[in-house]
């Protein structure tokens, strides 16, 4: 067992979990958050009514879906943010042993 857990420790695994394990929880707060009370919010100052996943523009025939691009950019940097500062906030960093 005290192989096992100095493996982990040496390979930062436990950070990586850690990281995997608050992103994909966090993930679906975020996407309520982003999706339920920003998005729309973004949307009006834009001049899209339905949101800001709606907000587009036309090049020709094209349609430019920047509004989409823009939430799911918002929604990485909330979700990157959170997992950082749940992280530092618990010292989950110090549990990697330095190489």
């Not at 339920?36 to 100052?45: A, E, M, N, R, Y």
């Not at 691009?69 to 989950?92: E, I, N, P, R």
Request: charged residues 20%; proline residues 1%.
């Amino acid at each position: 067992m005290k192989g096992f857990l100095e493996f982990v420790r040496e390979q930062g695994v436990v950070g990586l979990a850690v990281g995997f394990i608050l992103g994909g929880a966090a993930k679906d707060v975020v996407n309520s958050l982003i999706g339920d009370i920003v998005d729309p919010i973004l949307g009006l100052f834009l001049g899209a009514t339905e949101g800001l996943n709606s907000a587009v523009f036309l090049v020709g025939s094209a349609e430019i879906r920047y509004g989409a691009f823009l939430s799911t950019l918002l929604d990485f940097v909330v979700v990157a943010a959170v997992v950082y500062y749940v992280v530092k906030g618990f010292g989950f960093e110090k549990l990697d042993k330095k190489k």
